[in-house]
């Protein structure tokens, strides 16, 4: 069978996609950001996942504000980055895998979860920055080291959907991976956040505390976030901080005790706090295809710039 075997939390930032595109990297403001990322791409070629499951928000570019699904999965069979207005990033035609997603598309929808289902769509930066943090950058005309299924969330126009309710479609995720029938060891990404918001006269509001009590729970005491009300995250963690809500589907697919091996949290870049978490399942897929054995404990944290509370008022 299929198996879940660990969860990768990442913020999405659209200006560390460009500072990659043009060359920024060793700048020491960038340098900052993407060295959080070293130990998490080594991560991730030792487990050499074969399909990720990214839990996302497209921000206008694919659905535009006058069509707006609370949940859509991409069941196609490739992904094109879209044009944020700068023309498409210079990343690879994402793939899918159409048949673990149709499975995936059938067992929730019976369980009550009515996605819509996408059999075209484009990706933006929600997507292929947090890709780029973990694969690293890839050429545009390589490939991505494994297929994706894009899970795109509506935290772009109110009402988004609960925590409660996200939670709840990442249980429902984990049952359908879960009664695939392959051996495909999936490993599934929230993205967006942490705290931040990009207009008005809060505009960059940023909440460390608020940050790491929601990374400390979300290893630990999941339970507690689910209640956390919308009106809470917009007063918490700003406009842009509901983005938090897609870690919770990543969460609920997970087992209920996991293994925090790896976190990171720095403030800023652009406007945002930058999270990132990686949750191991403690069986961690070893069942299900016999290839490697746990990595708990072998990552360590980095937290740098933790204390900034505010970066602009
Ligand atoms: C920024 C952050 C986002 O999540 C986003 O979608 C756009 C911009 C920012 O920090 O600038
Ligand atoms: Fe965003």
Request: hydrophobic share 40%; aromatic share 8%.
């Amino acid at each position: 069978m299929a198996r879940i075997i660990a969860g990768v939390g990442s913020s999405h930032v659209p200006a560390i996609g460009a500072a990659l595109d043009n060359g920024k990297t060793e700048e020491p403001y960038w340098k900052r950001v993407f060295s959080g990322f070293e130990k998490s791409q080594e991560w991730m070629r030792d487990t050499k996942p074969d399909v990720a499951i990214i839990v996302y928000n497209d921000h206008a570019s694919a659905f535009s504000v006058d069509l707006i699904p609370t949940f859509a999965l991409g069941c196609a069979a490739e992904f094109p980055p879209a044009d944020e207005g700068w023309g498409p990033r210079p990343v690879p035609v994402v793939k899918g895998h159409p048949a673990l997603a149709s499975h995936i598309a059938q067992s929730v929808i019976l369980d009550e979860f009515d996605l819509t289902i996408c059999n075209k769509m484009e990706v933006d930066h929600g997507m292929t920055v947090p890709m780029n943090l973990l694969f690293g950058k890839v050429d545009r005309h390589a490939h991505w080291p494994c297929p994706v299924i894009p899970l795109a969330v509506n935290v772009v126009m109110y009402p988004p959907p609960t925590g409660h309710r996200c939670f709840m479609l990442g249980q429902a995720i984990k049952k359908a991976v879960e009664s695939y029938p392959d051996d495909l060891r999936v490993v599934i990404f929230g993205t967006g956040g942490l705290s931040h918001q990009i207009s008005g006269p809060r505009a960059g509001l940023i909440n460390s505390k608020w940050d790491k009590n929601f990374l400390d729970n979300l290893s630990k005491d999941p339970q507690r976030l689910v209640k956390i009300p919308h009106i809470d995250y917009m007063r918490e963690a700003g406009a842009e901080g509901i983005e938090m809500v897609m870690w919770l589907i990543m969460r609920g697919a997970l087992d209920d005790k996991v293994d925090e091996v790896y976190r990171f949290y720095t403030v800023p870049a652009s406007n945002t706090a930058v999270g990132h978490i990686i949750l191991e399942n403690r069986a961690r897929g070893a069942k299900a295809a016999g290839k490697r054995k746990p990595a708990a404990g072998k990552l360590k944290r980095a937290a740098a710039g933790a204390k900034v509370e505010r970066v602009r008022s």
